[in-house]
């Protein structure tokens, strides 16, 4: 069992999915990528986090993210599964299911937690960059469903903090003021942050969001 953390490169594999073979690397190439967990097929918070996933499709997309699920069932069964998902929640899953029958990427990726449960993952999330680093991690338990806004709401974050020295506020969604890095001074965001910020505090800076127009 390995444990990944943030800052870690996401381990290569191939897996046999629901859309056939792949090699996780080839099949992000230098895409964004997001690998969650599911507990298990025909069941009924999966059914609604898949359909929500496949219901983003656009919005990942425009965010150039590749979406793969994962669960520990058989290749006959996600697509099976899949006939269902797309019937109640009104949509088509399109993006790929590891068949992950031998545990082999559950384990690689610490996505059973025994003490959770013996045999099924839990709701793993990783977001990889297109470099392959892990930039974040979420877990959560197989009662709760993940919420997907949330998942596009950090990956904005990520993109426009790996081009711009800024962070984001509790809360923050795109389009609103973010926070200057307080490695940057004063005089270096005057030049950084053309649009100017407001100094709440010395370490407390805010200035529109760069990428905005
Ligand atoms: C569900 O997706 O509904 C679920 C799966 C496994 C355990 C509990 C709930």
């Given at each position: 069992m390995s444990t990944l953390k943030l800052g870690d490169t996401a381990p290569n594999f191939d897996a046999e999915t629901s859309i056939g073979k792949i090699n996780f690397y080839d099949y992000l190439g230098d895409s964004w990528g997001i690998l969650f967990s599911h507990p298990?097929?025909?069941?009924p918070v999966c059914t609604t986090e898949l359909g929500a996933a496949a219901k983003y499709k656009d919005e990942f997309e425009k965010r150039n993210v590749k979406m793969i699920a994962l669960s520990v069932d058989g290749v006959e069964s996600h697509k099976e599964w899949i006939k269902d998902i797309n019937e109640t929640q009104h949509t088509k899953v399109d993006f790929p299911i590891i068949a992950d029958e031998n545990k082999k990427i559950s384990k690689l990726y610490d996505m059973i937690h025994p003490k959770a449960d013996n045999t099924l993952t839990v709701r793993s999330v990783y977001v990889i960059a297109p470099?392959?680093?892990?930039m974040l991690t979420i877990t959560y338990p197989a009662s709760t469903g993940r919420n997907f806004d949330e998942l596009l709401r950090v990956i904005d974050s990520l993109q426009l903090t790996a081009d711009h020295k800024v962070s984001t506020p509790a809360n923050w969604k795109k389009g609103e003021d973010v926070v200057i890095s307080p490695s940057i001074s004063n005089e270096e965001a005057k030049k950084m942050f053309p649009k100017g910020f407001k100094e709440v505090k010395p370490y407390l800076r805010l200035t529109p969001e760069p990428d905005m127009k």
């Open positions: 298990a097929d025909f069941t470099n392959k680093t892990i």
